[in-house]
Antibody, heavy 122, light 107 residues
């Protein structure tokens, strides 16, 4: 069955660029049936959708982060990634990768990774 | 952007109680609404999609209803394992948006 696993540095310094990777197992990141996304959750707070990418390459970003975020897919490694530049303490959060259907009533996050905590601190 | 407003933000209930959580969208979302359950330290888990469809493997004590802009998650008989935080999310349009969450606590 499909599984997602995030990986990341854990600690990033302010102003640096964070890079997170989600490894997909049990399925193909190239599948036209799926959309891949990132969601974050600051400590003690709610969920915030960050970005999504479709098999077609179409990408969508949350407006507040659009200038700093890039989502991409690496089909050779069956992974997708998130880069967030110029990080500040406000970017400290648990980052989840997620899978949604590629459209219609199945376009919700059906599967989530376990999450990875990213702390921004000098 | 579509704003999702959940109420209440928290509630206290007893085992066996019927619990209802409401989610209101700032505009119509074609019933493209999902509900998630999150326990401390864990990733969210999908419960309901398309406003009223039960995710595979989710107990039938969970149900969703509503249309247009107003939606409801109901837990028919609260059990100890149901104490958690619940989120709604619209997926009708981008940016995807979540409600602020409802924490269900033990009375």
């Amino acid at each position: 069955q499909l599984q997602l696993q995030e990986s990341g540095p854990g600690l990033v310094k302010p102003s640096e660029t964070l890079s997170l990777t989600c490894t997909v197992s049990g399925g193909s990141v190239s599948s036209s049936s799926y959309c891949w996304g990132w969601i974050r959750q600051p400590p003690g707070k709610g969920l915030e959708w960050i970005a999504s990418i479709y098999y077609s390459g179409n990408t969508y970003y949350t407006p507040s982060l659009k200038s700093r975020v890039t989502i991409s897919v690496d089909t050779s490694k069956n992974q997708f990634s998130l880069k967030l530049s110029s990080v500040t303490a406000a970017d400290t959060a648990v980052y989840y990768c997620g899978l949604s259907g590629s459209g219609g009533p199945w376009g919700y996050f059906q599967l989530w990774g376990q999450g990875t905590l990213l702390t921004v601190s000098s | 952007d579509i704003q999702m407003t959940q109420s209440p933000s928290s509630l206290s209930a007893s085992v066996g109680d019927r619990v209802t959580i409401t989610c209101r969208a700032s505009q119509g979302i074609n019933n493209y609404l999902a509900w998630f359950q999150q326990k401390p330290g864990k990733a969210p888990k999908s419960l309901i999609y398309a406003a009223s469809s039960l995710e595979s493997g989710v107990p039938s004590k969970f149900s969703g209803s509503g249309s247009g802009t107003d939606f409801t998650l109901t837990i028919s008989s609260l059990q100890p394992e149901d104490f958690a935080t619940y989120y709604c999310q619209q997926y009708n349009s981008y940016p995807r948006t979540f409600g602020q969450g409802t924490k269900v606590e033990i009375k």
